[in-house]
């Protein structure tokens, strides 16, 4: 029985997107995306992160999904902190509501926010009143 693949790594997957896909070399790929060839080897090693600022340039230039390189370097989008710590009991709830989600598909991660869609349009029509 073969081994099992290991799942690659975002560096990995940029570097491949990177020669395979978009057909670039390494000074070319950090020419347009402004930062220094050592920089994007690091990058690609997973030696370093990218800044927010960075990360939405790779997401454009590269093609790959946001969500994919987020997930990646572990880097969760800004509002996640904003929202995580508005008030102090968004701060309790939200890491509990996250644990107990960890684990929904997608369709259920969908259905979800349908629901507190609902739920936050029901709350924004009782304040009106």
Do not use: C
């Not at 800004?78 to 508005?86: G, K």
């Amino acid at each position: 029985m073969p081994p099992a693949s290991t799942p690659q790594s975002v560096g990995d997957s940029l570097r491949h997107q990177r020669i395979s896909m978009l057909g670039l070399g390494l000074r070319e790929m950090a020419g347009i995306l402004d930062i220094a060839p050592a920089h994007l080897t690091d990058l690609e090693k997973g030696r370093r992160n990218p800044s927010e600022d960075l990360l939405l340039r790779i997401a454009k230039h590269y093609r790959l999904d946001i969500a994919v390189l987020r997930a990646g370097w572990s880097k969760p989008d800004a509002i996640v902190a904003e929202i995580a710590t508005q008030d102090a009991t968004t701060s309790a709830k939200a890491p509990e509501f996250l644990r107990a989600a960890r684990t929904l598909g997608p369709e259920q991660w969908d259905d979800l926010i349908a629901r507190a869609r609902r739920m936050a349009a029901g709350s924004r029509r009782s304040d009106r009143r």
